[in-house]
C-alpha cells in the first residue's frame, strides 16, 4: 500500500510497505524541500516492521548539496538504493544512489533479442561545475577557491559513502569528464567499480 505522497516542488515522495519491505520512492528533480519530505518518509516508516529498508530512486539530477544531505540521512537510516528498469539516474541523483548499504541495478531477465525484453535504467555522470562551466583542461593556470572546496567535498562523500578505493575512482571519474559532457554507465560497469553492489534480473 501506498502511506504516503508529498510534492517538493518538482520532487514527488512517496513510501510502500509490502510485507516488510518498506520503500521510500523519489522521482524528480532534487530540490532543498527534498530533504524534510525525505526526513517524514523515513519517521512514518519507523512505525512499520521493516525486514527490508530500500529507496527507489528516478531523477535527472538536481541540487547536489541536497543530494548529498539526503544520502547522509539513507546511510544513516540503513536503507538501500536501487534504480529499476524504466529509470533514469543521473548528476546529483547518483549522489543519492551510492550512499544506500546496498546498491541495486533492477535489469530484464530477458536476452535484448527477446521481445520482452527491456531497457536497463540508465545513469548519467557529469562534472559537477555548476552554471558557470570552466573546462579545467582548457584553463590549467585558473584557480578557483569554490570549485576546489567543492572537490574535497566530493571526494570526502564519496569515500565516506563507498570506501577509499571505490570512492576515489568515482570522484575522479566526476572530475575528468569535459565541462559541457554527461557519460553513460552500463550497469555491469558500475558493479566492476563498486559504485553498485549487485544487479538483479526481473522483468
Same mark, same amino acid.
Do not use: W
Given at each position: 500500500?501506498?502511506? %504516503?505522497?508529498?510534492?517538493?516542488?518538482? #520532487?514527488?515522495?512517496?513510501?510502500? #510497505?509490502?510485507?516488510?519491505?518498506?520503500?521510500?520512492?523519489?522521482?524528480?528533480?532534487?530540490? &532543498?524541500?527534498?530533504?524534510?519530505?525525505?526526513?517524514?518518509?523515513?519517521?512514518?516508516?519507523?512505525?512499520?516492521?521493516?525486514?527490508?529498508?530500500?529507496?527507489?530512486?528516478?531523477?535527472?539530477?538536481?541540487?547536489?548539496?541536497?543530494?548529498?544531505?539526503?544520502?547522509?540521512?539513507?546511510?544513516?537510516?540503513?536503507?538501500?538504493?536501487? #534504480?529499476?528498469?524504466?529509470?533514469?539516474?543521473?548528476?546529483?541523483?547518483? +549522489?543519492?544512489?551510492?550512499?544506500?548499504?546496498?546498491?541495486?541495478?533492477?535489469?530484464?531477465?530477458?536476452?535484448? +533479442?527477446? &521481445?520482452?525484453?527491456?531497457?536497463?535504467?540508465?545513469?548519467? %555522470?557529469?562534472?559537477?561545475?555548476?552554471?558557470?562551466?570552466?573546462? #579545467?583542461?582548457?584553463?590549467?593556470?585558473?584557480?578557483?577557491?569554490?570549485?576546489?572546496? %567543492?572537490?574535497?567535498?566530493?571526494?570526502?562523500?564519496?569515500?565516506?559513502?563507498?570506501?577509499?578505493?571505490?570512492?576515489?575512482?568515482?570522484?575522479?571519474?566526476? %572530475?575528468?569528464?569535459?565541462?559541457?559532457?554527461?557519460?553513460?554507465?552500463?550497469?555491469?560497469?558500475?558493479?566492476?567499480?563498486?559504485?553498485?553492489?549487485?544487479?538483479?534480473?526481473?522483468?
Amino acid at each position: 500500500m501506498v502511506s %504516503f505522497s508529498a510534492m517538493a516542488d518538482e #520532487v514527488t515522495v512517496k513510501t510502500k #510497505v509490502d510485507s516488510g519491505r518498506c520503500t521510500i520512492f523519489i522521482k524528480g528533480v532534487i530540490v &532543498p524541500n527534498l530533504i524534510p519530505e525525505f526526513e517524514k518518509a523515513v519517521v512514518e516508516l519507523q512505525d512499520y516492521d521493516c525486514n527490508e529498508k530500500i529507496v527507489n530512486l528516478n531523477s535527472g539530477g538536481g541540487n547536489t548539496r541536497t543530494a548529498m544531505s539526503v544520502g547522509n540521512l539513507i546511510r544513516n537510516n540503513n536503507y538501500s538504493t536501487i #534504480v529499476s528498469i524504466g529509470s533514469h539516474c543521473s548528476s546529483a541523483c547518483i +549522489r543519492i544512489f551510492v550512499a544506500g548499504t546496498e546498491r541495486i541495478i533492477e535489469t530484464s531477465r530477458y536476452s535484448n +533479442r527477446s &521481445p520482452n525484453y527491456q531497457r536497463p535504467p540508465t545513469f548519467g %555522470f557529469h562534472s559537477p561545475r555548476g552554471k558557470e562551466c570552466i573546462n #579545467v583542461k582548457e584553463n590549467s593556470n585558473l584557480v578557483d577557491e569554490k570549485y576546489i572546496n %567543492f572537490q574535497l567535498l566530493t571526494y570526502n562523500y564519496a569515500i565516506q559513502m563507498l570506501g577509499r578505493e571505490a570512492g576515489m575512482k568515482y570522484a575522479q571519474i566526476l %572530475f575528468q569528464i569535459g565541462c559541457d559532457e554527461t557519460i553513460y554507465a552500463d550497469p555491469e560497469k558500475l558493479v566492476e567499480a563498486k559504485i553498485a553492489t549487485s544487479i538483479v534480473k526481473t522483468i
